[in-house]
């Protein structure tokens, strides 16, 4: 095995216990057991420093409830319920011990009596979270271990990616070693050995890895010897009453069919986008269409061939839900079922298969049924069944309706090569893989320019535009009608709250709509009925309206976490928890400096942008870009890259549509409703500043 790896994985264990002992200090035989003394050594202490280092299996939590008062349970429960607002039946109870606490506040700080307190320290988990509480013996105080919630949680997310990670490292080492036990009985004896440590890790680590969700396509031939076939995929990204955004490309892909190949596309899909799939022979000539939609799980689809598909260019597209990630439908889930037909450019999606030879498209385990079609592709404006389209479009991108091959580089889908992230693909082809009439490069944003790559993808995903003369102004101010509208964009959440009638802000109005929406949603607020529209926006404004509006609440110790800023002393008083939950997230961006929040700085179209994209990341929407001057990559990333490094130098294989906007200039806060008329004819007949600074300046 590399012993550069194996020397780095034991600093990087060793870092977690490190820093589980610095918080947790312990003494007598426990401490010589693992640790070395350090700082007050309390009961209390070794008695926390046991209980977190306890592995957590099912027998555990059936000791916890009976170790626990149930009175005292509900109080750590309800405490939970009310600060996190997590509901009481997804929170259970993971460990619990008696202990006695030094003084009335439970051995925390504080002004309190020195009496001996007895009482419970207990552990309670949610799917995504964990607490550490302190109770006195009837539950009447139950308060928040928040240095011990923190860095419990950071040991058990540190020790579960490592182990994680070591496990897929020897499960690979094991294949290998196989190999050379052929020629070396050594060999084979360290094989043996591995195999016995990664027998040992999986038991020990309790991690279980879930394939992740999203679209698995198959290419499929009943019948025929068509032995390779091209891929061309793309994804239409639903958005909601505005229906689809443009097609983006994703990539071309080779398959060999008689090896049953699957290719995999995840991240970056929600419930109701629609992939896109142009096949093509090894002859480059275009034999078949079929579009179809990611389910609300795990969704298997299956595109079957004809015999001879460069003459019939039909294709039967068959797919549904695969929970439990067996490559099959799902039994007791839906299967839709039809086929698609191109002739001269033009794809039809057909009501009926009685002009098909079915026979050609059977397969055993496959549904006999066709003509199945989901709900939102059988009614609506935006159905497809029994319906045609051309292939494509005047505004279609370079890379889809260039030859496979002569602009981009043609992916092999292999056994090590078969899961692509939706969203980094669409990154890496963005110049060519996106509408004609979508800018992506603007004139005075430069290839070095700090915020280009949040500029670039937001334009690409349609969120943000330019200006006519081609600039993007990315040094100018943003105001609060813009950034309304830009929000209005970007997110798709329900409402929280009734809309009012802002007294500064009239129906014709170019962003009256986007303002509403971005108020019911819970973005943004106002004061005595005034939206202020022209406002400009500080720095703090726009996060304080991306933690309200995704609901983000800090856990673990807030001042801990703000120091990562230098100016950590200038942020107020009662924002600085929600600060510290977006820098948890890693939605704050800070240039020049990175360690300056300088929260109270009037924001920039490239500082909001590149805001807005983070906060997107943190909602799991877009794949992360990363940046010099991006807070908060934690030290589990760091080590998490040092692994992959060490994987890739030993060769391991790791493996929306709009109608167009007219005499508009959307700039930055461009939206559903309409758009910044900027220095051009109003839209609805109203004006806005647009191209100009916020407040009137030049």
Not at 632 to 656: P, Y
């Amino acid at each position: 095995m590399n012993q550069n790896y194996i020397a780095a994985l034991s600093k990087i264990i060793l870092a977690a216990a490190s820093t589980t002992a610095i918080a947790f200090p312990v003494s007598g035989a426990f401490a010589a057991e693992s640790f070395s003394t350090a700082g007050d050594e309390t009961v209390e202490n070794i008695q926390l420093q046991r209980l977190l280092l306890a592995d957590n299996d099912d027998e555990d939590e059936k000791k916890a409830g009976v170790m626990l008062p149930e009175t005292v349970k509900a109080a750590v429960f309800k405490d939970i319920s009310e600060q996190t607002k997590v509901e009481y039946s997804a929170l259970r109870l993971l460990k619990a011990e008696k202990t006695t606490w030094v003084n009335g506040c439970l051995g925390l700080k504080g002004n309190c009596s020195k009496g001996l307190v007895p009482g419970y320290i207990a552990v309670v988990a949610s799917d995504s979270q964990m607490w550490v509480y302190r109770t006195d013996k009837s539950g009447k105080i139950a308060k928040l271990d928040e240095e011990s919630t923190q860095t419990y949680s950071a040991m058990m997310v540190k020790r579960q990616t490592v182990m994680s990670q070591v496990s897929r490292r020897d499960m690979q080492v094991q294949r290998r070693s196989r190999v050379l036990s052929a020629n070396s009985s050594s060999t084979q004896a360290r094989a043996t050995n591995v195999a016995a440590r990664s027998t040992q890790v999986n038991a020990s680590s309790q991690v279980k890895i879930k394939s992740k969700s999203g679209i698995a396509i198959a290419i499929l031939q009943p019948a025929g010897n068509l032995s390779e076939v091209i891929t061309r995929v793309s994804v239409k990204t639903k958005g909601g009453k505005k229906g689809f955004y443009k097609e983006r490309f994703l990539g071309d892909y080779k398959y060999k069919i008689k090896q049953k190949q699957k290719a995999k596309f995840v991240k970056g899909l929600k419930t109701g986008d629609r992939m896109v799939v142009r096949l093509y022979d090894m002859q480059k000539r275009f034999i078949g269409y079929s579009e179809f939609e990611y389910l609300s799980a795990n969704t298997v689809v299956n595109l079957i061939l004809p015999s001879n598909p460069a003459q019939n260019q039909v294709v039967r597209t068959v797919y549904g839900i695969d929970s439990d990630f067996d490559g099959n439908i799902d039994a007791n889930s839906n299967t839709y079922s039809y086929f698609t037909e191109v002739r001269n450019q033009r794809v039809s999606f057909l009501s009926s298969s009685s002009n098909i030879n079915v026979s050609e498209f059977q397969m055993q385990g496959i549904s006999t049924a066709s003509s199945v079609y989901s709900a939102s592709f059988s009614s609506g404006e935006y159905s497809l069944a029994n319906s045609s389209m051309d292939i494509f479009s005047s505004d279609s991108a370079a890379a889809l309706k260039a030859a496979p091959g002569s602009i981009v580089k043609i992916t092999e889908v292999s056994q090590q090569n078969n899961s692509f992230d939706v969203t980094q693909q669409m990154m890496a082809y963005r110049d060519v893989g996106v509408s004609r009439n979508i800018q992506v490069a603007f004139s005075d944003v430069s290839r070095n320019h700090w915020a280009k790559d949040f500029i670039a993808e937001l334009a690409a995903l349609e969120i943000i535009e330019g200006f006519p003369d081609g600039t993007f102004r990315p040094d100018e101010q943003v105001n609060r009608a813009q950034f309304a509208a830009m929000i209005n964009q970007a997110f798709e959440k329900v409402k929280v709250r009734k809309a009012i009638k802002f007294s500064d802000v009239s129906n014709r109005y170019w962003a009256s709509n986007a303002i509403t929406k971005a108020y019911e949603m819970g973005f943004l607020t106002v004061e005595d009925s005034k939206f202020k529209p022209k406002k400009a926006l500080s720095r703090l404004e726009v996060l304080l309206a991306f933690a309200r509006g995704l609901n983000y609440n800090v856990s673990g110790s807030t001042e801990t976490i703000l120091t990562a800023y230098t100016d950590a002393t200038m942020i107020r008083s009662d924002v600085r928890s929600a600060i510290a939950a977006l820098t948890q997230r890693g939605v704050v961006v800070n240039y020049p400096n990175v360690s300056t929040l300088n929260a109270e700085k009037v924001a920039t179209r490239a500082e909001v942008s590149a805001l807005l994209y983070k906060a997107l990341v943190s909602t799991g929407e877009v794949a992360d870009i990363s940046s010099q001057y991006a807070v908060g990559q934690t030290q589990e990333a760091a080590e998490l890259e040092q692994i992959a490094e060490m994987e890739e130098n030993d060769n391991v294989n790791v493996s929306r549509t709009k109608k167009p906007k007219q005499n508009c200039n959307q700039g930055i806060g461009n939206g559903a409703e309409g758009c910044d008329p900027g220095n051009s004819r109003p839209h609805g007949g109203s004006n806005d500043e647009g191209g100009r600074t916020p407040g009137g300046k030049r």
